[in-house]
């Protein structure tokens, strides 16, 4: 069974920076790309970043471009994102997905607060 444990979010300054984790089992991690998305109140869940399977292959949305980076360790299976110079704007909960034999499987999601 897939399943995502993401974790790391909390209350952040602007200007300051978080560390997302997801930890993943129950499918071979290595074989499959991964990727983070991230809903606000009252948004459409939208796509930050992704990674392929062996993390040769990074893609950011433009929004977090040169602030956000997306990482694995698939020895652990583990993938994270970095977020450094955090905006009130990236408030929302984010989550960890894959995709496995043509089916979404999502974390539970970690909330991000980005506030004075």
């Known amino acids: 069974q897939v399943q995502f444990v993401e974790s790391g979010g909390g209350l952040v300054q602007p200007g300051g920076s978080l560390r997302l984790s997801c930890a993943a089992s129950?499918?071979?991690?290595?074989?499959?790309?991964m990727s983070w998305h991230r809903q606000a109140p009252g948004k459409e869940r939208e796509l930050v970043a992704r990674?392929?399977?062996?993390?040769?292959?990074?893609n950011y949305a433009d929004s977090v471009k040169g602030r956000f980076t997306i990482s694995r360790d698939n020895a652990k299976n583990l993938m994270y994102l970095q977020m450094n110079s955090l905006k009130p704007e990236d408030t929302a909960v984010y989550y960890c997905?894959?995709?496995?034999?043509?089916?979404?499987?999502w974390g539970q999601g970690t909330q991000v607060t980005v506030s004075s």
């Open positions: 129950g499918f071979i991690f290595s074989s499959y790309g």
């Open positions: 990674i392929s399977n062996v993390g040769g292959i990074r």
């Open positions: 997905k894959t995709q496995v034999r043509g089916l979404d499987y």
